[in-house]
């Protein structure tokens, strides 16, 4: 496909428990953001990248968050201990050049934590 | 730090009725502002963007009014129909990094 894809599409863990979501940016993209949707809230910035480095990681929300990006393209998001407040859709977002311009969404990561 | 706030959070019109929803944002460096429409279950979609060299831009029934001076933005939708039935954000950025607005729910009536 042409878009960008995210897995899992539903992912349902027990507080505590790490997990894993991944990003398969548009290819030729070298910038892929990271955003967080709460229920009913608006898209809060997470991370992005230029390549594969994270020159802003400014809105993670602790040290239990974390992302990598390898060969300019996947990136994973790993949430460590998760906690009931993590719950939320995780939209990955990439765009094809460095300035400011449109972001092409995934359909996201929708995590639930228990 | 950078904010962009948004209004209303929801918004119900009648079919043919324009609907307006307004932005501020508090990065002076910001010089691009987008308008993204999300449907239940997708990722947000651009439809209409502007550049802080310009005041106005217009896209069939959408338009986006941009007052750099006032830092507030404007995204306004003419003969609505039902399928203009989302959720809208407003987003504000320079460089690489865009920030979003809370969202307006539009619900628009037969």
């Known amino acids: 496909g042409a878009g960008v894809s995210q897995s899992p599409s539903n992912k349902v863990t027990e507080k505590g428990k790490d997990v894993e979501l991944r990003c398969d940016p548009i290819s030729g993209h070298t910038a892929l953001y990271w955003y967080r949707q709460s229920l009913g809230q608006g898209l809060e910035f997470l991370i992005y990248?230029?390549?594969?480095?994270?020159?802003?990681k400014s809105g993670l929300p602790s040290d239990r968050f974390s992302a990598e990006r390898t060969g300019g393209s996947v990136s994973t998001l790993t949430i460590q201990r998760t906690q009931q407040e993590d719950s939320a859709v995780y939209l990955c977002a990439s765009h094809y050049q460095a300035s400011a311009g449109e972001l092409f969404f995934g359909e996201g990561s929708r995590l639930t934590v228990l | 730090g950078e904010n962009v706030e948004q209004h209303p959070s929801t918004l119900s019109v009648q079919e043919g009725d324009s609907a307006v929803i307004k932005c501020t944002y508090s990065d002076s460096a910001s010089n691009y502002f987008p308008w993204y429409k999300q449907e239940l279950g997708k990722g947000p979609q651009l439809i209409i963007d502007i550049r802080s060299n310009v005041g106005e831009k217009k896209d069939q029934r959408i338009a986006v009014t941009l007052n750099k001076t006032a830092k507030h933005f404007s995204l306004h939708i003419t003969e609505t129909q039902p399928e203009d039935s989302a959720v809208y954000f407003c987003a504000a950025g320079h460089t690489d990094k865009l920030i979003f607005g809370t969202g307006t729910r539009l619900q628009v009536f037969p």
């Open positions: 990248f230029q390549g594969n480095s994270a020159p802003d």
